[in-house]
């Protein structure tokens, strides 16, 4: 289990696993008050979390489900990425999808992290690259069945 040390300036809970085998937590909106969301519209929307996360960490940021399928409510740079080294207020961007305003209120659940560890890669250039049985085949080349 990673370490992540947070400060809360918000007067919520931290955000917290649902079940022992949920890999996200939901955050919260902490807002002085609601925010209306027109259809096609997006906002940022603060939490009040700051994180200082482990090196060759990041925190993706998601959207939740329950959210997109009943309001039309996703986050428009899905997954969004906390990079181990940023210090600043964890903000959510929504985007209303819908055809009807949506209201985020304090303390709504808006969206949920999950931490993610990652291997900073080192570039090698070569000529050519080692042939698969795909090769170049991209979007749709595989089929349907």
Known sequence: MSKVFVKNTSHHPLPA?????????????????????QPMERALIPTGLFMALPHGTEVQI??????????????????????????GEV????????????????GERIAQMVLAKYEPIEWEGVVDLEA??????????????
């Not at 998601?62 to 210090?87: C, E, F, M, Q, W």
């Not at 049985?133 to 069945?145: C, I």
């Open 91 to 106: 903000k959510v961007l929504l985007v209303n999808l819908s055809d009807k305003v949506f209201e985020v209120k304090d």
């Open 17 to 37: 696993y649902a079940t022992s085998d949920s890999a996200g937590m939901d955050l919260r909106a902490f807002l002085p008050e609601p925010i209306r969301l």
């Open 132 to 145: 698969t049985s795909r090769g170049a085949g991209g979007f749709g080349h595989t089929g349907v069945n």
């Open 62 to 87: 998601r959207p939740r489900s329950g959210l997109a399928y009943k309001h039309g409510i996703t986050v428009l740079n899905a997954p969004g990425t906390i990079d181990a080294d940023y210090r």
